[in-house]
DNA sequence: ATTAACCCGTACACCGGTGTTCAGATTCGC
DNA sequence: GCGAATCTGAACACCGGTGTACGGGTTAAT
């Protein structure tokens, strides 16, 4: 974590203090903790919730817009990192979808609820593109390769199974929120149904 | 039409001159046509949309609050409506699910973005219920009679899978937005996807 | 220890959306 | 045609959220 910061920091510019990078870093953590809320996307709550002034945070993010396309892009730099660790492209197709269902929908979700949020304020092109390529694009792949395999249908659109497989993850995640699934099922739940879903022979009489 | 407001007027109390039942109908409608965008809900807007001066809205809906309200219980009377229409307790389930995915996603869409905005401004367990029960509650008891006659799987909670054909009706109408599904696609490629979700004999390996 | 970088509270201007008021014009119902 | 109901434009107060400015306190780096 540290050395991903670090990383980051270098990358990225100019020096700073170690006290600015630990506001930055709060800074961020509350924007991703706090969007999954409703559309509650406030400055002035996001500066409590870090514990930072106000003044503190305009000075690191000038603007709204700039704090949302920062937060958004650290978030889907978490998820494709977490996508990446479960080595997506190893093993039978299925197992691999497996994995990604079980672990990975609590992330996604967080991720989403940003996203909507980013949807309103940033430019819909770009934007669309980045997360096409950093998020959809890793199930897209896999689903891909699945189907090489003979594992998954081809009868339907990729496109359109990508954004069920995405879409039921969140589906997840809101009903978990609703006390209508537990925590113990969504896994066994959302894996269940996606794999049925996707396997080859699913098709209709 | 005209007559399903003759009763509206009728049941619902006071006797209104011609011309503000006009207003009135024309600034619901404009609700139900203006919420599918993003989350602009403005009172300015839909009074323009409804060719209305704002004054006149205000003097109908009293507040904001209260307008998307009645454009909600609105917009459910619809949908229950046109499910009513499609006989949904006839015939084989499987073929009564796929007359529902066919014909109603459009009317969902609209419906579910309305209900977005409303959850963000009503109480949300009273809404909630109301909603359960004239919406929801019909695929409910679809899935059900499926589920009954051994059509349908019964391996899932059945609130989950009321709520993955709800969404995925959704996300047919939010990809036919993006121009990532035709028209012409969207009724089979919903209707594949959900019947070969649902199916006995789904269950993975 | 010194200095520059950083953080803070307060206060202010600005904007968009909500709701209200009023006086005058229009239109429906009888 | 008369009267009451209705619609209208304009103007106003209010609120929450955004962004800026200032002066003084605190902390990290050397």
Do not use: K
């Amino acid at each position: 974590m540290t050395d991903r910061r670090q990383a980051e920091r270098g990358a990225a510019g100019r020096q700073r203090r170690a006290d600015a990078q630990r506001s930055i870093d709060a800074i961020l953590d509350a924007a991703l903790a706090c969007a999954p809320s409703d559309g509650g996307f406030n400055m002035t709550a996001i500066a409590r919730a870090a514990g930072v002034s106000r003044v503190t945070l305009y000075a690191h993010f000038p603007t709204r817009e700039a704090l949302v396309d920062a937060a958004l892009r650290r978030a889907m730099a978490l998820t494709a990192e977490a996508f990446d660790r479960l080595r997506l492209d190893e093993g039978p197709a299925t197992e691999a979808l497996d994995r990604m269902l079980r672990s990975s929908w609590r992330i996604v979700e967080r991720h989403r609820n940003l996203y909507q949020v980013a949807s309103r304020t940033l430019s819909p092109s770009e934007l669309h593109a980045y997360h096409a390529e950093h998020v959809l694009g890793q199930i897209d792949a896999l689903i891909a390769r699945g189907q090489d395999t003979g594992e998954f249908r081809t009868d339907l659109p990729r496109e359109w199974l990508v954004g069920t497989v995405y879409t039921l993850m969140h589906l997840a995640a809101e009903q978990l929120n609703a006390g209508q699934l537990t925590a113990a099922q969504a896994g066994d739940v959302v894996s269940a149904t996606v794999v049925s879903l996707l396997r080859r022979g699913s098709a209709a009489a």
